[in-house]
């Protein structure tokens, strides 16, 4: 079965600082990986996805994850903290092949990133 | 594009009364979720459709919860009767439908039930 851990509930950096928000995930076939990102009172939006191509994605507003097969980690990063990244964050794995029509999306209970001034 | 379209914003309603969610999906895709989403326990798969066929329904927390997919640019998840407990919000989310492909979501309902 397929599952996703974000290790962190809860992040806090100074505006300027770089981004860690970890995941790893368990799967027993090549993944496809995602980062979705929520602001306050918005549905979810799609930061970037690893679907077995380059194992470094560059994602929307500055973000990126290295797909790391040997470590099962996703983790999400950026060089320098904006305020406005202030959010949830979901780690998710999809459950099925690529080739499956299923599409059903595992996510991870999320991070809080609070970015201070 | 207009994106996931979910209606009312927000919702709120009696103990005991019925209450119908409403989705329209991004046009072309064969994919609909819909989600809860509760401080306590987080984000929660409810029921997907493909092709307007019910797959999974195992989320589905009790009768009192039912969701359709009469065609495929409109889902309704119903609550009837609903209770304090279900307050929460209620996202849809729709795909292209392969196993890697992502989920667009709309602004979901805030659902409050009094």
């Known amino acids: 079965a397929q599952s996703v851990t974000q290790l962190d509930s809860h992040v806090s950096v100074s505006e300027g600082t770089p981004v860690l928000l970890r995941c790893n995930y368990s799967s027993s076939y090549s993944p496809s990986l995602f980062w979705y990102v929520q602001h306050p009172n918005k549905g979810l939006q799609l930061l970037l996805k690893?679907?077995?191509?380059?194992?470094l994605v560059k994602g929307i507003n500055g973000f990126e994850a290295e797909f790391k097969k040997s470590e099962t980690s996703f983790h999400l990063t950026k060089p320098s903290a904006h305020m406005s990244d202030a959010a949830e964050y979901f780690c998710?794995?999809?459950?099925?092949?690529?080739?499956?029509?299923?599409?059903?999306?595992?996510f991870g209970q999320g991070t809080t990133l609070q970015v201070k001034p | 594009d207009a994106g996931v379209i979910q209606s009312p914003r927000h919702e709120v309603t009696e103990m005991g009364q019925e209450v119908t969610l409403r989705c329209k999906p991004i046009s072309g895709h064969n994919s609909l979720f819909w989600y809860r989403q509760t401080m306590m326990r987080g984000l929660e798969l409810l029921i997907y459709?493909?092709?307007?066929?019910?797959?999974?329904d195992s989320g589905m927390p009790e009768d009192r919860f039912s969701a359709k997919m009469p065609n495929a640019s409109f889902s309704t998840l119903k609550i009837q009767p609903s209770e304090p407990r279900d307050s929460a919000v209620y996202f849809c989310?729709?795909?292209?439908?392969?196993?890697?492909?992502?989920?667009?979501f709309g602004n979901g309902t805030r659902l409050t039930v009094t």
């Open positions: 690893y679907t077995s191509a380059a194992t």
């Open positions: 998710v794995v999809s459950d099925a092949p690529g080739s499956s029509n299923t599409g059903k999306l595992i």
């Open positions: 989310a729709s795909s292209t439908g392969t196993g890697g492909s992502p989920l667009h």
């Open positions: 459709f493909n092709n307007n066929v019910p797959i999974d």
